[in-house]
């Protein structure tokens, strides 16, 4: 397929955070750029913004007229779009051409040295790091994130002179397995999406898989404590640790003035006072991987050094809304077991002494009901759970799975059901918080702006 005969492009859930970095990269390269989504978000109010043109009705009558000529069309759908979408039939009725969200990244790709981040959890973060790694050198990357790096203000990041392409490379669907890096680190591989891979030995194959398709000569980074048994013979690999000894690894890890202090240990040496600016100890071990990945393209230590500490975050991951000495607001993507019970301990480790209010909104019946139990033991973490109705996302309700399953098996006393459109009163009417954390990956971020307004007020 031949981009420069291809003038428009037309995206089928143009709002996902991957979906917008493609949108805008087609932008990027004079294409005119439209799009169906289901709701409108600030994410898609920027994409228009920006020249996009973008409608929250299913209709083909919806699709501007240009982008009906099948000649001259590209369309890109995600996989989350359902079966009987109208639009999306339309174009597969009519000879269009047709790709995935994955299909198109790796055709981009394709000349490009890409390195990729995969991994169940850890991957966002990870990968804007190494982006803002690269950027801050001499060396310089593109980059399609799964999440807007605060730094740039963008999912998308590009460069004229790097023919380095940083991807977060997503498992959903086994869209990972189209790219073919030069480089990868993998952060975990904690059973998810279930509903697509059945079993947790056929998510672990896909990973497997993954990882074949590292080319030869090149690099894999994996953290120490994950098994996937041998490596291929014909690529370097290396493993990662938060402090356990390993090619890469952290010691002498400190927090002096809300910040995290350390040196990391390579394969050569040890670099010296690495200082992390975006808080959680989640992140100290993220960021090794990410230093290790900087370090194997040849990034200068100096540059790596004053990237790290430059380093604002992303947004939605350990985000501050409110940080003031009476009360603290943190807003996170997370919505795996692992990534709670992260999230929950470097909020105790940052603020020792303090009670911990969490709102949980679940995301999917088919991992809510996978994954009851070990939902359970991560929330039971907290002092206080608001524990919200699950957001379905693609799916339908699954008989008998509901938030009230999970509640049941958290063990502390001090928790909550509550209605998503009943959360704002609810919080306007509890016991004043200490710490307060948001976590999920459904619409519950719609809610930190009214959240913090009333907690302001209170305060």
Do not use: W
């Amino acid at each position: 397929m031949n981009l420069d005969q291809i003038h428009n492009v037309y995206f089928v859930g143009i709002g996902g955070i991957g979906m917008s970095a493609l949108a805008r990269y087609f932008i990027s390269l004079n294409k005119s750029v439209a799009g169906y989504d289901r709701t409108e978000t600030l994410l898609t109010c920027e994409l228009a913004l920006e020249g996009m043109k973008i409608h929250y009705t299913d209709s083909v009558n919806s699709i501007p007229e240009p982008f009906k000529k099948s000649q001259d069309t590209l369309v890109i759908f995600t996989p989350a779009i359902p079966s009987d979408h109208s639009e999306l039939n339309y174009f597969r009725n009519n000879g269009f051409e047709l790709k995935k969200r994955a299909e198109a990244l790796g055709l981009i790709s394709r000349s490009k040295d890409v390195l990729a981040v995969a991994g169940t959890h850890g991957k966002t973060t990870t990968s804007a790091m190494v982006s803002h790694l690269l950027k801050s050198s001499s060396i310089d990357c593109n980059a399609f994130l799964g999440g807007i790096a605060i730094n740039y203000n963008s999912n998308l990041l590009l460069s004229a002179k790097s023919n380095f392409v940083v991807i977060e490379a997503d498992e959903y669907d086994r869209s990972f397995l189209q790219l073919n890096p030069m480089g990868a680190i993998v952060t975990s591989m904690d059973a998810d999406h279930l509903d697509i891979y059945g079993t947790y030995s056929e998510y672990k194959n896909a990973f497997l898989q993954f990882i074949s398709q590292i080319k030869p000569g090149g690099f894999l980074i994996i953290k120490k404590s994950v098994d996937i048994g041998s490596v291929p013979h014909n690529i370097r690999s290396f493993t990662y640790s938060l402090n356990e000894k390993a090619d890469f690894y952290a010691k002498n890890i400190r927090i002096k003035d809300g910040f995290y202090h350390y040196d990391v240990v390579t394969p050569t040496g040890v670099m010296e006072n690495i200082k992390l600016g975006f808080p959680g100890l989640l992140n100290v071990e993220n960021s090794i991987a990410a230093i290790a990945m900087s370090y194997l393209v040849n990034t200068g230590e100096d540059d790596i050094r004053k990237a790290m500490e430059s380093f604002l975050g992303v947004k939605r991951r350990f985000e501050y809304h409110i940080k003031t000495e009476k009360l603290v607001f943190i807003d996170d993507y997370g919505h795996h077991p692992e990534e709670l019970r992260y999230t929950i301990q470097s909020v105790r480790e940052m603020f020792p002494g303090k009670k911990i209010t969490g709102v949980f909104q679940p995301h999917l019946y088919s991992r809510t009901n996978d994954l009851a139990n070990e939902f359970a033991l991560s929330l039971s973490l907290l002092d206080e759970l608001i524990l919200l109705d699950i957001y379905p996302a693609r799916e339908l309700p699954i008989p008998g799975v509901s938030s009230e399953m999970v509640l049941n098996k958290v063990s502390i006393s001090n928790k909550h059901l509550c209605l998503k459109k009943d959360l704002v009163n609810f919080v306007d009417t509890m016991d004043m918080p200490e710490v307060i954390i948001t976590m999920g990956a459904g619409d519950i971020d719609t809610f930190i702006e009214p959240i913090k307004n009333i907690l302001l007020k209170r305060s």
